[in-house]
């Protein structure tokens, strides 16, 4: 599984490279970037900076970065002014809409959950104002530009935590305090990023390319369309044979992918749809 | 009911999107400046978000009342489809919405009575001709009644223009609003079923094949004209015995002489649909039979299609006459 997160702040960052035991990747690359590779599980994190711009470059460099990966879990971590909400609150954004531009993005909200959840502004200047009862970020619509090409739209999500409002203002924000709002909402983060994970995990298992694949591109040259017909046929092999392995050495007298790919669709056609009747 | 409720801005204030909101004060409200932004984008994931399906409330623009597709008819000259919701309540494995949309979440318009006066410019261009109005295509035309007020709120519109038919087609058992309304010659209730094994494997969520007929029977004795859709047909081992068995359990219910028409359609999707539903649902046992493309639409082979519409006709008319009885088979 791969989780990446998007943080503008070292502060931001913090809470989340000690729960996730994050190590510093070397050597430096444009971006500061966090990580923890197993086999299982790979999870990395960027320090973008301030603003929009510095968040899509960092977004697009991470992707890059871990090998384009598909189905991945991006988040958004950082703080957020809002109008009223209490400084401290976690919040989960359904809407994020560039000031600049306009444009809106609809993160879809599959999961359910108790969290709060609110549209967020990004804005370019740091607002103080709070015209709007909404949050007001400065990386989120950056951010999403470019996670949400790397992904679906249900793994992409921006979390939020309330740092400012009219009662608090936004003067008073330093690095300790940054530091001790996310780390107080770490493990409520860190559960609904489980998940999340969770299902981006069966999402990959349902779409898992089928065991034998492998040993048949190997034995034989298939063509790109070829290799999308095996992929379907290998497929087809588990839903109506799932107690069965398929064995390659059943097809060695198969002379190359075209008869290899007939003898198996032969097969598969003769057998019986049971709909677990 | 849905936890997030998307609306347009431009309709917050709308009766029925008032009304909506009020009934349901915990939902999450988004505003968006039309519901496209919401439910086109391509990076989304249907089959994840069939999970927790999402409301949008929005205002249909244009294209309100449409020509059917080829073979949809029963019997009508003018055939016209409605569709004041997009999306399902219910999750039916072979239904082509899933490859047609992005987005699971339902689309509902509010404007209805936008509708209603371009299905009546329909009526008028027709002249003295009968015109046929099917509800069902983009959505089920009962299940989320209680959210729309859909049939009701039609019902009147419809009981004003007898020369003009409403076809509500469903799997729905929540039949309230018909039961409350005096029965009515030009609106025809009409169910669609498979054999219940194959029901409980690929239409998730969907009543019973036993209470829908139950439904039906209700229905027709409260004087409803009724009507069968066996459509798609599916193909499984043993088919025969499954579809025979659901046609003598239907017509051992319903009052034959009463129906006002059984349809019968084969299994079809568009090639691009096909492609869109199979990647969702690799692991799915309608997609791993045999099929086959022809003509640009994936179908069974034409020899398995049409041994089953063969035998499913014959043993349709076994109970019902020749005259209702229509097999929507496009060429």
């Not at chain 2, 068995?245 to 239907?250: D, G, R």
């Amino acid at each position: 599984m791969s989780l990446y997160f998007v943080t503008a702040l070292k502060a931001e960052a913090a809470a989340l490279i000690d729960h996730y035991r994050l190590k510093a990747r070397t050597p430096k690359g444009l971006f500061p970037v966090y990580e923890s590779n197993t086999e299982a599980h790979a999870c990395a994190l960027v320090v973008s900076g301030i603003g929009k711009p510095a968040a899509a470059a960092a977004t697009a460099y991470l992707h890059s970065l871990m090998g384009e990966p598909r189905d991945a879990v991006w988040v958004n971590v950082g703080i957020a002014g809002h109008h009223t909400r209490e400084v401290g609150e976690l919040v989960i954004a359904n809407k994020v809409t560039d000031a600049a531009t306009q444009r809106s993005w609809y993160p879809p909200q599959v999961l359910k959950h108790t969290l709060s959840t609110e549209a967020l502004i990004t804005v370019d200047r740091p607002e103080t104002d709070y015209p709007k009862p909404v949050m007001y970020d400065m990386e989120a619509a950056g951010f999403y530009s470019i996670a949400s090409k790397c992904s679906s739209m249900e793994f992409v999500q921006s979390c939020k935590i309330i740092s400012d409002n009219q009662q608090s203002p936004a003067d008073d924000i330093n690095r300790d305090y940054v530091k001790r709002l996310l780390e107080n909402n770490i493990n409520i983060l860190a559960d609904f990023v489980k998940r999340l994970e969770q299902y981006a995990t069966e999402w990959r298992r349902i779409n898992a390319m089928p065991e034998a694949y492998d040993h048949f591109v190997q034995q034989w040259h298939f063509t790109v369309t070829q290799q999308n017909i095996l992929k379907t046929q290998l497929r087809r092999w588990q839903v109506l044979l799932p107690d069965q392995v398929c064995d390659i050495s059943a097809y060695k007298s198969c002379r190359n992918a075209s008869e290899v790919l007939s003898s198996l669709g032969d097969m598969l056609d003769k057998r019986p749809v049971k709909f677990g009747m | 009911m849905s936890d997030s409720i998307y609306i347009e801005h431009a309709i917050q204030n709308h009766p029925r999107v008032l009304d909506l909101t009020t009934r349901y004060p915990n939902a999450r409200r988004i505003f968006c400046e039309r519901y496209n932004e919401v439910f086109n984008p391509a990076a989304q994931n249907f089959r994840l978000q069939k999970n927790n399906p999402a409301l949008i409330l929005a205002q249909k623009q244009s294209g309100f009342v449409l020509p059917v597709p080829e073979g949809y008819g029963v019997g009508g000259e003018h055939n016209f489809y409605f569709s004041h919701m997009l999306n399902c309540v219910y999750d039916c494995r072979y239904c082509f919405l899933q490859g047609m949309y992005r987005s699971a979440n339902y689309v509902l318009f509010v404007n209805y009575e936008d509708f209603e006066c371009e299905i009546d410019k329909t009526i008028g261009a027709a002249g003295d001709a009968e015109c046929w109005f099917f509800s069902g295509y983009d959505c089920d035309s009962l299940a989320l009644e209680g959210l729309s007020g859909f049939v009701t709120h039609f019902l009147k519109f419809f009981a004003e223009r007898p020369r003009a038919y409403l076809e509500l087609r469903t799997k729905s058992t929540q039949i309230n609003s018909l039961r409350s309304h005096e029965a009515l010659s030009n609106v025809v209730v009409a169910y669609s079923f498979t054999p219940q094994a194959i029901s409980s494997a690929l239409e998730h969520k969907v009543p019973s094949v036993e209470k829908r007929i139950a439904v039906l029977q209700e229905l027709q004795q409260l004087g409803w004209p009724v009507a069968l859709r066996f459509d798609p047909l599916i193909y499984c081992e043993n088919y025969q015995f499954y579809y025979k068995e659901l046609f003598a359990q239907v017509f051992a219910v319903l009052d034959s002489q009463k129906i006002h028409s059984v349809s019968l359609g084969p299994f079809r999707l568009p090639k691009s649909f096909y492609n869109n539903i199979s990647r969702l649902y690799p692991d799915e046992a309608l997609f791993a039979g045999p099929l086959a493309l022809n003509k640009g639409m994936v179908s069974y082979p034409e020899e398995f299609e049409q041994e089953m519409l063969t035998f499913c006709e014959k043993e349709i008319l076994e109970h019902v006459p020749a005259e209702i009885f229509f097999p929507c088979v496009a060429v």
